[in-house]
């Protein structure tokens, strides 16, 4: 407002002088229009420095008192900060310092973590050396509900005295979704086997009843021994159903130990044969050079039975029913791998092939591959059906691979 003013007043004094000098100089007062002249001259003066002052202020720019290193370190705290999933850094001495918001609230600290929980010691002095190791339970210090969480751990390389970066993921929620849906997957098919089965029995059982309650005839003991021979054989595939979900609820820790892999691959091949020989075929393709692997040697022969037994009832069908087991070398990894000449699989079934109870053959339970893949699973491996582009001249259908 005061600027305003001025200028205004300026301009009004210009204004002035210019109307007042013509007249002045007529009249003879020479001093005066000269004056008038200079009060001219200093307003417009004033004027275009006050306006070069007005434009300077525009243009000019404050300078940054934040060096530009200084702004990418807050710029990446500020981010750290906001980030939903709580970081840690633990240091050469080995403490651990919370990294972000979500680490301080989650460990109630603003820096170091004083006490840090067990699983979570745990999973880092094991390096994380299990895929069953990913998952911790951590409870607040103050306590409340447990939450699961997933870590994911990289090396700092000693930068400012970082050696690893832990970040904590939040699973809780889906895994009591997958939880819930398993449980709803699971009653679903025990219901569907165990009525399956029922239903035949109780409407047998009643048939039989009725026949016995009158007195037995040429015509009707027939029909008798038919309803009881086929209420066992229900009873019995339903007690078979009963014990392969037993095995599979009741499968324990594998007991790790040096294993010979080709003698752990010959003793299961004497097994396969002492079934099948005369029936199928068995092609054993044993490690070139002494292979020591740690193994659960019991259930790892149990998981490949199943493999060789499944893959063999598959290729029943084939004029040369044939199997094979090979061990194979990739990348540093080991491999068991169990091939057939069947049918093969359908890309509708692949989805469904390891769930528990499900079975696309006549008589199966749906027990061997879901066992086999438990085991393997627990032995920290992956089993899988191959996704092979079989060779031309290639007898094998199907493929399935234990990696470890």
């Not at 305003?4 to 007042?20: F, Q, T």
């Not at 007529?26 to 001093?31: H, K, M, S, T, V």
């Not at 906001?82 to 609230?105: E, I, K, M, S």
């Not at 061997?368 to 007898?395: F, M, Y």
């Amino acid at each position: 407002m005061r600027n305003a003013l001025s200028v205004m007043g300026r301009l009004v004094g210009i204004i002035l002088a210019c109307l007042l000098i013509g007249p002045i100089w007529q009249e003879g007062f020479f001093a005066t229009a000269v004056l008038l002249v200079c009060i001219a001259v200093f307003c417009a003066t004033s004027l275009v420095v006050t306006h070069l002052e007005m434009l300077r202020r525009v243009q000019r720019r404050e300078p940054s008192i934040v060096h530009p290193t200084d702004r990418e370190k807050l710029r990446n705290r500020a981010l750290l900060d906001h980030a939903p999933v709580p970081l840690l850094f633990q240091r050469a001495d080995g403490t651990l310092h919370a990294a972000n918001r979500a680490a301080r609230r989650l460990f109630e600290t603003d820096g170091p973590i004083l006490v840090p929980p067990e699983p979570l010691l745990a999973a880092l002095e094991n390096n994380m050396s299990g895929p069953e190791k990913k998952m911790i339970r951590l409870t607040p210090p103050s306590g409340g509900k447990p939450h699961v969480y997933a870590l994911s751990i990289g090396q700092g390389g000693g930068a400012v005295g970082i050696v690893t970066y832990i970040a904590l993921t939040d699973v809780e929620a889906g895994l009591n979704a997958a939880e819930a849906q398993a449980l709803r997957d699971l009653l679903q098919i025990l219901s569907h086997e165990i009525m399956n089965s029922l239903t035949p029995i109780v409407s047998l059982s009643a048939t039989a009843e009725e026949l016995f309650s009158e007195d037995a005839t040429e015509d009707t003991k027939p029909l008798i021994s038919e309803a009881l021979a086929t209420i066992r054989r229900r009873a019995n595939g339903l007690d078979r159903f009963v014990r392969g979900y037993r095995d599979l609820a009741r499968l324990p820790a594998p007991e790790l130990k040096p294993v010979n892999l080709g003698e752990l691959l010959q003793e299961t091949a004497r097994l396969f044969r002492a079934r099948w020989t005369g029936r199928v075929e068995l092609q054993l393709d044993l490690p070139s050079v002494r292979t020591i692997v740690r193994l659960d040697k019991a259930q790892m022969e149990q998981a490949l039975l199943n493999l060789l037994n499944n893959g063999a009832e598959a290729a029943l069908a084939q004029p040369s029913p044939s199997v094979q087991i090979a061990v194979e070398e990739r990348s540093g990894s080991i491999s068991i791998v169990v091939r057939d000449n069947g049918h093969g699989v359908t890309p509708e079934q692949r989805g469904r092939i390891f769930q528990p109870f499900v079975s696309f053959k006549p008589n199966g339970n749906g027990i061997g591959l879901s066992l086999a893949r438990q085991i393997v699973l627990g032995h920290g491996g992956t089993l899988i059906l191959d996704e092979v582009k079989l060779e031309i001249n290639s007898p094998w259908s199907t493929s399935f691979r234990c990696q470890f």
